[in-house]
Nanobody, 124 residues
């Protein structure tokens, strides 16, 4: 089992920044991927970013490229999502997710464990 705890959400004005954190505990492995997804009311869960635990390769959704940065601190088993130049359309609940497989997926169905989510609200 893997437990994920997100933090760092909140209310910010358009153009502002926030940093989300996701602390992983339990049976983690360096051969896996951790990712961020988001879900706005009435919309499907959307891929935001992912990072390979070993090697640190990163992947981004088209809507956040150039504005968001995913990173990890292996010693703390923590993944971060730095969000800059935030827009009202970034408003959503952001979820941290963990994929046990050796490949990296952009699909929510591929991820095995999920955090409880943290609300990000961007005002115009």
């Amino acid at each position: 089992q893997v437990q994920l705890v997100e933090s760092g959400g909140g209310l910010v004005q358009a153009g502002g920044s926030l940093r989300l954190s996701c602390a992983a505990s339990g049976r983690t492995s360096s051969a896996n991927t951790m990712g961020w997804f988001r879900q706005a009311p009435g919309k499907e869960r959307e891929f935001v970013a992912a990072i390979r635990w070993s090697g640190g390769s990163t992947y981004y959704g088209d809507s956040v490229k150039g504005r968001f940065t995913i990173s990890r601190d292996s010693a703390k088993n923590t993944v971060y999502l730095q969000m800059n130049s935030l827009k009202p359309e970034d408003t959503a609940v952001y979820y941290c997710a963990y994929d046990r497989s050796i490949t990296t997926s952009y699909s929510a169905e591929a991820y095995d464990y999920w955090g409880q989510g943290t609300q990000v609200t961007v005002s115009s």
